[in-house]
């Protein structure tokens, strides 16, 4: 890694006294600050002191291509430079934009060739409860607005994506739009009912779904919203069929899909989109952000099917325009850098390196199966989670000060990994670059952080 000098204490300082970090436990914060990290190369970054780590969750499950990727900053600092920002806003547009919509359309399953752009994936989910509201407004159905989401389930911050997110701890003390969204049970099947098969538990939460459009009236729903692993919720894997059943119980009542794939999309299942390619749905529409733009910038999209734009895009009368949309929506120097980023997944074959490294990653991790606090190892490719548990037998959790899923992290930050703690879960979602050899570097530190840590 190249190394810039930093006066690391004065940083320190000036982050602590004014940056009100997101997600941020102060009861740690006042007294230990943050680590600055300054400097990227590949899969691994460097903090402000020099020291090195394997980047164990692509920065936040967003830098897909790896880091310090000269070409994407080269492509950004050249549309920075030729033309920065200009409006999109009715008939303007930008030839970054133009393209990777292009692209998007192209990669995409065939019906959604419409993009609309966000700047991230807490916008690209409020705008598209937006644009469904509008799209039911517009066929004359207006009593049609509440949306299906699920417990766990995480889909961002702004007041109605943090509404649709299900994590209830995200949002103790914050004030919800709850007239607008109602919570299944999210598909947790390490915590299923006892002696409940995982087909007998998919019957379940499908009924659960039936159950609920039967009781709220298909009349009064918009959409049902999902990701196809949940991510921060943790990492939770449905039952076979489950979204393929899940669909149907929507098409069967007039209800659009929606698929959250701002982790799941650009490379960290193996290939594009997994909505189609690994659980053979074909949503109405499909969210995006993070391995958009590898996080080389900041990017949402919501790709949109044919049969909604053809509503969406029908002309309102004298005056009216489709008024939604953001100062960023489609910025040039973030569609430059999707754009280059694309081609780089493509170009190196980063999806094929997935399919290929991401079982070994998978069977690798179950091997720390053995440590007596590992009571689930799941997840799929280069999206995967280790839950933490004080008695495998009767999967009793450790008490909350226990902290384990931090300390867990600790020790492994300790020996060179950064991988993510959520409370007694340890996420590893990493640059999708990752090698065979790296994984076993990667589970020779997790052995050893949690032999420590027990
Ligand atoms: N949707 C999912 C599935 C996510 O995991 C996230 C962020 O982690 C979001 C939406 C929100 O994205 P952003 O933080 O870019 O607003």
């Not at 950004?76 to 930008?94: E, G, I, P």
């Not at 990492?235 to 119980?249: E, G, I």
């Not at 982790?263 to 290939?271: A, K």
């Not at 919501?302 to 929506?329: A, E, H, K, N, R």
Request: charged share 20%; net charge negative.
């Amino acid at each position: 890694i190249e190394t810039r000098a930093h006066d690391a204490q004065a940083l320190w300082q000036k982050d602590k006294d004014h940056f009100i970090h997101p997600f941020t436990d102060f009861s740690t914060f006042h007294e230990e600050g943050c680590d600055l990290i300054t400097d990227s190369d590949g899969i691994y970054v460097q903090d402000a002191k020099g020291n090195r780590f394997i980047d164990g969750i692509a920065g936040l499950w967003c830098v897909n291509v790896g880091h310090g990727r000269r070409e994407i900053g080269e492509a950004m600092a050249d549309q920075a430079t030729r033309m920065a920002y200009f409006s999109t806003f009715n008939n303007l547009s930008n030839a970054p934009a133009a393209e990777l919509s292009a692209r998007l359309a192209e990669l995409a399953p065939a019906h959604l060739n419409h993009v609309f752009y966000s700047c991230g994936g807490s916008t690209a989910n409020d705008a598209t409860i937006r644009l469904v509201h509008y799209y039911f407004n517009r066929l004359g159905k207006p009593a049609k607005k509440r949306i299906i989401s699920r417990n766990n389930a995480y889909h961002g911050t702004t007041y109605l994506a943090a509404t649709l997110t299900g994590i209830a701890s995200n949002n103790w003390d914050f004030d919800t739009l709850d007239h607008l969204v109602t919570h299944l049970s999210e598909a947790n099947c390490y915590r299923r009912p006892e002696g409940m098969t995982e087909a007998d538990y998919c019957d379940h939460l499908v009924r659960e779904f039936e159950d609920t459009v039967a009781e709220i009236g298909a009349d009064n729903i918009a959409a049902f919203i999902a990701e196809p692993i949940m991510g921060a919720g943790g990492v939770l894997v449905a039952p076979t069929d489950y979204h393929k059943r899940m669909q149907a119980v929507c098409r069967a009542n007039d209800i659009l899909y929606i698929a959250d794939e701002v982790v799941t999309g650009f490379g960290r299942l193996g290939h594009f989109f997994a909505s189609e390619a690994v659980y053979e749905t074909q949503p109405d529409i499909i969210n995006c952000a993070k391995g958009l733009s590898s996080g080389y910038a900041p990017l949402g999209a919501t790709l949109i099917s044919d049969t909604l734009y053809d509503v969406l895009s029908t002309p309102q009368g004298p005056g009216g325009v489709l008024s939604t949309g953001f100062t960023y929506s489609g910025h040039p120097v973030s569609c430059a850098a999707a754009l280059k980023n694309i081609e780089i997944i493509e170009r190196e074959g980063i999806c094929e390196n997935v399919r290929e490294v991401g079982p070994y990653l998978e069977e690798r991790l179950a091997s720390l199966s053995h440590h007596a606090t590992v009571g689930d190892v799941r997840g799929s490719h280069f999206m995967m989670c280790l839950e933490n548990v004080a008695d495998k037998q009767t999967k009793a959790l450790f008490p909350v000060e226990a902290r384990v899923g931090d300390r867990v992290a600790f020790e492994a930050q300790q020996r060179g990994l950064i991988i993510r703690p959520v409370g007694h879960l340890n996420i590893v979602s990493p640059p999708l670059i990752w090698t065979r050899e790296t994984v076993d570097r990667v589970v020779d530190i997790l052995d050893a952080a949690l032999t420590a840590t027990t």
